[in-house]
């Protein structure tokens, strides 16, 4: 089956404009999670969903971000008002369970460079 | 202040040696720890995971090795193999059980 898919894969945004990164998670996965990665760096969490309901937002870097899931299954993270520190892959992913300590899937990420 | 800490960040290693990352962490309360493999363009897919009531375990040429008073563990990668060469992550999940804390990475080539 289908894995998680993100859109787009590449975005250029000049700073200070919005953007939108989609994510669609494995059919039927009821928690999503979306990190940032820095080029070099690990992923850090920035926000998790079980089901339509953003249950920890603790990660979010300032509230120029903001990620919702209307109807439990796909995902947008948007950003304001970009700035060049936003540049980073987004990954998101999904587990099928709202469980503790459960696999998470991966999608391929958004590589976001803000200029 | 890093949760989770890793070493080397880089590591090359001849083809049928033995690959060993190293992390530690501080929070006793974390008590899950998988590690992901990343290859360039990917995201990062789960590769082995460890509680730290068990000091070993072990998945075909993949073992973590888990000293649960030091508050270490490490991956080692036996035979490895060209086709290991990637990014490697070990990760804790928060105390809520849910969101992942990664490390910072090690990004291993194996020469052929």
């Known amino acids: 089956g289908a894995g998680v898919s993100q859109s787009p894969r590449y975005k250029v945004a000049k700073r200070g404009q919005d953007v939108a990164l989609r994510c669609d998670p494995i059919s039927g996965h009821v928690s999503l999670f979306w990190y940032q990665q820095a080029l070099g760096q690990g992923p850090e969490f920035l926000t998790y969903f079980q089901n339509e309901a953003q249950l920890d937002k603790s990660g979010l870097p300032s509230d120029r971000f903001f990620a919702e899931r209307p109807e439990g299954s796909v995902s947008t993270l948007k950003i304001q008002r970009t700035q060049q520190e936003d540049s980073a892959v987004y990954l998101c992913?999904?587990?099928?369970?709202?469980?503790?300590?459960?696999?998470?899937?991966f999608g391929p990420g958004t590589r976001l460079t803000v200029l | 202040q890093q949760q989770v800490k890793q070493s080397p960040q880089s590591l090359i290693v001849q083809k049928g040696g033995i690959s060993i990352i190293n992390c530690a962490y501080e929070?006793?309360?974390?008590?899950?720890f998988p590690w992901y493999q990343q290859f360039p363009g990917k995201g990062p897919a789960l590769l082995i995971a460890?509680?730290?009531?068990?000091s070993e375990k072990k998945e075909g040429r993949f073992t973590i090795s888990f000293n649960k008073s030091a508050k270490q563990f490490s991956l080692h990668i036996m035979d490895s193999q060209p086709g290991d060469s990637a990014t490697y992550f070990c990760?804790?999940?928060?105390?809520?059980?849910?969101?992942?804390?990664f490390g910072k990475g090690t990004t291993l080539s194996v020469s052929s």
């Open positions: 992913a999904s587990s099928p369970t709202r469980g503790f300590h459960n696999e998470q899937f």
């Open positions: 460890i509680r730290p009531d068990v």
């Open positions: 990760a804790a999940f928060n105390q809520a059980g849910t969101a992942l804390i």
């Open positions: 929070n006793t309360a974390f008590d899950y």
